[in-house]
């Protein structure tokens, strides 16, 4: 089950990153990003708000059950053991972190879930691996572009990375080219401004724009 969700991601190669939308409005969202080809959908707890966390995961649950296979859904910004068993008892197939915590990582492992915890650096990356990361988020990865990414993977190429924070339609296809087997999108996907107008179908566009220019980076990745 892990390894064929990981070759769906590295053909996908995006993940919508879903944060403090409207409960009602999730699968208006996800109908939007399936039509435009986006099957990954991330959907974020609040650090700041644990209050939150029992709906964030009923969220993942409900879309899980909704929609199977058609779409993978994950969650994203966990950071605390309680998180993770929320998320694994509603049904994510994958847990997102913005850091690299070696027992998180392993904890999700154990239970059976692919792990992609955050880093930015070298070092960073490299011991998110070894404690048994699936793929590492490179975070923020805008900061720096593509041509960090290529800097990384020279010497890591054994390790699979993602490129999020800063991606958006237009540079999403270089990130692929660079090297990552994904990008995660955030804001510039699921804009909040079009989410409020039920502006789905232009959400819709932007998930092709984004399918579309990733498929063309894979064509010419390093």
């Given amino acids: 089950?892990?390894?064929?969700?990981?070759?769906?991601?590295?053909?996908?190669?995006?993940i919508a990153i879903v944060r403090e939308q409207p409960a009602e409005m999730m699968c208006a969202l996800a109908d939007a990003l399936l039509q435009g080809g986006v099957r990954f959908m991330e959907v974020a707890f609040r650090q700041d708000a644990p209050d939150t966390w029992p709906a964030t995961a009923r969220c993942?649950?409900?879309?899980?059950?909704?929609?199977?296979?058609?779409?993978r859904v994950g969650a994203g910004?966990?950071?605390?053991?309680?998180?993770?068993?929320?998320?694994?008892d509603a049904g994510a197939a994958y847990i997102i972190s913005p850091d690299a915590d070696p027992d998180l990582i392993r904890a999700t492992k154990?239970?059976?879930?692919?792990?992609?915890?955050?880093a930015f650096t070298a070092t960073e990356i490299a011991r998110a691996y070894a404690c048994g990361a699936d793929?590492?988020?490179?975070?923020?990865?805008?900061?720096?572009?593509?041509?960090?990414?290529?800097?990384?993977?020279?010497?890591?190429?054994?390790?699979?990375?993602?490129?999020?924070?800063?991606?958006?339609?237009?540079n999403a296809g270089r990130f692929i080219a660079a090297g990552c087997m994904a990008v995660g999108a955030g804001?510039?996907?699921?804009?909040?401004?079009?989410?409020?107008?039920?502006?789905f179908d232009a959400i819709a566009g932007l998930a092709r724009e984004y399918v579309m220019n990733c498929s063309a980076g894979k064509e010419t990745a390093t």
């Avoid at 390894?3 to 590295?10: I, N």
């Avoid at 993942?60 to 296979?69: E, F, H, P, V």
């Avoid at 910004?77 to 694994?88: C, H, I, K, S």
């Fill in 1 to 14: 089950m892990q390894h064929d969700l990981m070759e769906e991601l590295k053909r996908d190669r995006v």
């Fill in 60 to 71: 993942i649950g409900s879309l899980s059950a909704r929609y199977g296979a058609r779409l």
């Fill in 77 to 88: 910004t966990v950071m605390r053991l309680e998180q993770l068993e929320m998320a694994r």
């Fill in 110 to 118: 154990r239970m059976g879930l692919l792990s992609f915890p955050g």
């Fill in 135 to 170: 793929a590492v988020k490179v975070f923020p990865a805008g900061r720096l572009g593509p041509e960090y990414i290529r800097d990384l993977r020279a010497p890591l190429r054994h390790i699979p990375m993602m490129a999020i924070g800063g991606v958006n339609e237009k």
């Fill in 187 to 199: 804001g510039s996907l699921v804009r909040a401004d079009l989410i409020r107008a039920g502006a």
